[in-house]
């Protein structure tokens, strides 16, 4: 469910309200346009930005009738006898889409200047999963021009001009020392990259970002993606009305063959596209032009949402069927068919919910439990990956905050509930790259207690067991009787004689900053430098051998991650940890102005050893500097109530 970063955009709208202008310093939101010709008004007031706004939703009512607190979970062994597995699937299947304009402050200010709690969140994924993906791109990367350098020493800027040109979409202009900071990042720790390369003027193909991406990133260039949102394209202006699929499909062939007549670029096979979300096109309509025949690109797509009233749609996420089942029923027969093709499919932004998320329900800890859900009922249905969108302050549903101001603010990083389903999902799959991902119907296909089972080398490895009930007096909270073999199955008894659990955890769904993984933070708003603080707590459960059952609770809410051996365990734990302490890294560590990169051995049990050294933050109403801007809901209230082609414009 990416999102369309519409608000990020609506810098191109005469109509949008709230108008976010990416610098390479800082998001700047300006005040109140209020209408199509109307002039901003002055600034008026200490604003919180939505991202560090701590509103909360009611915590939504018990369903009725309420899911069954005690059911079983009856399993078999080995991967051969269960059908319907998923393709082997990547801790790394979650990964990270930064909107390329604000990847300066995200990533870093140049090669030699990286943001360690960047360096340290993304380390988090990279000591379970083995590698993380991360794609720098965004509807930014249409006008982005690759120069040699700017004359005010940034690596990125924004034309000053652009606001003069119909679309009011601002050239970006970028230096290599971008594509120097992504390898730099590559060389500290394994991460590796999917760039935007510009397509809005396929008369005059612009390659010299890839080129250089090739030169520069080498092994770590994951591939390009090609053509943002082109669905879009007509509606934003950026082609004439009338535009559709097949001119889509013509203007792909016209990259494809610069591409391919490019002796700068030698990596012809890593064209990503069509990155389409889905308003006005299907998937289906583009495949329906023969583009994979033609290009057997990589299909990417992308959903968009509509939603309007976070406090009413709460309800609907904290479920395994409306916003998880029903909304990637759409592309079961697109994923088969690239998985026929051998090819992987790829959901490229993946949020919440468009116009940056829902204040309250895109930061939540119900969104947490979503996030696992869906990453996971993506694996099960044969996605290869998917990112979670990264863009500016203006939007709830980041998975984490750079600090706001261009301060360097090593431990006053914000982390949001959502990054650690990315966690939890690296755990769950693990490093082995051969986990097979089945959804289990659980509690008779109860949506508010749905599980997986992970079977990972032909065993049964990990078990994801969800309660998305909110009740503090824990009378929710499930008790799961998990059996392997025996009984009815007619196979022997394979219970073990214990399992391992870890916990997602926080008071209620609605809540936003006490979320624990195994029992550890990664801090509150403004005060987290991207490191667990506190303990690693993982339970052990010894199982029963009478009944031949682990029993297994889960806490209303709760998110529960079941080991079901010694192996399982071990090929998810996070192995070594690079941390990073200082304001800056370079590739050149050990000089005086930059720590080493500690590695730290730990099995997860390193906590202890790096407690943060003290905030520097001054809370979160503190560090706004902001102007005020309407309240991202009620804006898409206000756009989809009344003119819904603008809003998609
Ligand atoms: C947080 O968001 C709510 C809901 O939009 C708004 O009423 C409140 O004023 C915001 N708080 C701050 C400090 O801006
Ligand atoms: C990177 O940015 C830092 C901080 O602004 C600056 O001191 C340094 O010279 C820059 N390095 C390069 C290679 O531009
Ligand atoms: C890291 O950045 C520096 C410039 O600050 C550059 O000289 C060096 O080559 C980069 N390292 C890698 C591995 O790209
Ligand atoms: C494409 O973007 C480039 C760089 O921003 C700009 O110079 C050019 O005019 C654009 N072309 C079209 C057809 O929009
Ligand atoms: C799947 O997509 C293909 C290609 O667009 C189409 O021909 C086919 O009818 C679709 N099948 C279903 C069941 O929708
Ligand atoms: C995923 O692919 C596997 C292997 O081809 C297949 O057995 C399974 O049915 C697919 N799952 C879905 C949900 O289509
Ligand atoms: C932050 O940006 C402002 C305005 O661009 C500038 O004056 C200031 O020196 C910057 N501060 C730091 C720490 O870079
Ligand atoms: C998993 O896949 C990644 C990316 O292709 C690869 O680098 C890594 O070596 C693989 N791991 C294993 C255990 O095969
Ligand atoms: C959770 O965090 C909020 C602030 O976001 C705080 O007020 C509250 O006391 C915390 N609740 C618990 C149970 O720790």
């Given at each position: 469910m990416k999102l369309l970063p519409l608000l990020t955009f609506a810098g191109g709208l005469s109509i949008a309200r709230a108008v976010t202008v990416y610098g390479v310093t800082g998001v700047v939101p300006q005040t109140a346009l209020s209408g199509p010709n109307s002039t901003p008004s002055p600034v008026v007031a200490v604003y919180v930005p939505p991202a560090f706004n701590e509103t909360t939703l009611d915590v939504p009512a018990i369903p009725d009738p309420a899911p069954p607190t005690q059911f079983t979970l009856q399993l078999l062994q080995n991967a051969q006898d269960v059908n319907g597995l998923s393709i082997p699937q990547s801790g790394a299947f979650y990964g990270f889409s930064?909107?390329?304009?604000?990847?300066t402050q995200v990533i870093g200010i140049n090669s030699s200047f990286l943001n360690p709690p960047f360096l340290n969140l993304m380390s988090l994924i990279v000591e379970r999963a083995g590698h993380v993906n991360i794609r720098v791109g965004g509807n930014t990367q249409e006008t982005a021009v690759l120069v040699d350098s700017l004359s005010s020493g940034k690596i990125m800027e924004k034309d000053k001009e652009a606001s003069s040109n119909p679309t009011l979409t601002p050239t970006l202009y970028i230096t290599?020392?971008?594509?120097?900071?992504?390898?730099?990042?590559?060389?500290?720790?394994?991460?590796?990259?999917?760039?935007?390369?510009?397509?809005?003027?396929?008369?005059?193909?612009?390659?010299?970002i890839g080129e250089a991406a090739e030169a520069i990133l080498g092994d770590?260039?994951?591939?390009?993606?090609?053509?943002?949102?082109?669905?879009?394209?007509?509606?934003?202006?950026?082609?004439?009305?009338?535009?559709?699929?097949?001119d889509y499909f013509g203007e792909f062939g016209v990259m494809i063959q610069a591409v391919a007549n490019d002796d700068k670029i030698h990596?012809?096979?890593?064209?990503?596209?069509?990155?389409?979300?889905?308003?006005f096109w299907t998937t289906e309509s583009v495949w329906d032009t023969g583009f994979l025949q033609s290009y057997a690109a990589f299909p990417s797509p992308e959903t968009a949402d509509q939603i309007i009233d976070p406090q009413r749609e709460f309800p609907h996420y904290l479920n395994h069927k409306e916003r998880i089942t029903d909304t990637l029923a759409q592309y079961l027969n697109s994923s088969n068919i690239a998985q026929a093709m051998g090819k992987p499919f790829l959901m490229f932004e993946t949020n919440t919910?468009?116009?940056?998320?829902?204040?309250?329900?895109?930061?939540?800890?119900?969104?947490?439990?979503?996030?696992?859900?869906?990453?996971?009922?993506?694996?099960?249905?044969?996605?290869?990956?998917?990112?979670?969108?990264?863009?500016?302050?203006?939007?709830?549903y980041n998975p984490f905050n750079p600090p706001q101001t261009n301060a360097s603010g090593f431990s006053q990083?914000?982390?949001?509930?959502?990054?650690?389903?990315?966690l939890a999902v690296a755990e769950t799959l693990g490093r082995t790259n051969a986990s097979k991902v089945i959804d289990l119907q659980a509690n008779t296909g109860d949506i508010h207690t749905p599980a997986y089972a992970i079977y990972e080398n032909d065993k049964i490895a990990r078990l994801a067991l969800f309660n998305y009930v909110s009740d503090s007096t824990g009378a929710?909270?499930?008790?799961?009787?998990?059996?392997?073999?025996?009984?009815?199955?007619?196979?022997?008894?394979?219970?073990?004689?214990?399992?391992?659990?870890?916990?997602?955890?926080?008071?209620?769904?609605?809540?936003?900053?006490?979320?624990?993984?195994?029992?550890?933070?990664?801090?509150?708003?403004?005060?987290?430098d991207g490191r667990f603080q506190g303990e690693e707590q993982v339970q052990t459960v010894d199982c029963d051998?009478?009944?031949?059952?682990?029993?297994?609770?889960?806490?209303?809410?709760?998110?529960a991650l079941v080991f079901m051996s010694d192996d399982a365990f071990q090929q998810a734990a996070p192995q070594s940890t690079a941390t990073f302490e200082t304001t800056s890294v370079t590739r050149t560590i050990n000089t005086a102005t930059v720590d080493q990169a500690v590695l730290a051995t730990s099995n997860g049990q390193n906590g202890k050893d790096r407690q943060k050294q003290g905030s520097t933050s001054k809370g979160s109403t503190g560090a706004a500097q902001m102007v005020s801007a309407p309240h991202l809901a009620a804006l898409c209230l206000f756009i989809l109530a009344g003119v819904s082609s603008v809003c998609l414009s």
């Open positions: 930064i909107e390329m304009s604000v990847a290599p020392e971008i594509l120097y900071m992504l390898r730099n990042v590559s060389s500290l720790l394994n991460a590796r990259w999917y760039l935007g390369i510009p397509m809005n003027d396929t008369n005059n193909p612009r390659l010299q770590f260039l994951l591939g390009f993606q090609l053509g943002n949102e082109p669905n879009l394209y007509a509606a934003h202006g950026h082609r004439p009305q009338g535009w559709a699929q097949f990596i012809r096979n890593n064209i990503i596209g069509p990155s389409i979300s889905d308003t919910a468009s116009c940056g998320g829902f204040l309250g329900l895109s930061d939540s800890y119900g969104a947490a439990l979503w996030a696992i859900d869906f990453g996971l009922q993506m694996a099960y249905s044969n996605f290869s990956g998917s990112l979670l969108h990264v863009g500016g302050v203006s939007d709830v990083w914000s982390v949001n509930p959502i990054f650690y389903s990315v929710s909270d499930s008790t799961v009787a998990i059996a392997i073999g025996g009984g009815e199955t007619g196979q022997p008894n394979g219970t073990p004689a214990s399992v391992k659990v870890k916990y997602l955890l926080a008071p209620s769904v609605s809540d936003k900053q006490n979320v624990t993984w195994a029992g550890q933070t990664l801090g509150r708003w403004l005060q987290s051998q009478g009944s031949n059952t682990c029993t297994v609770k889960v806490p209303a809410p709760g998110f």
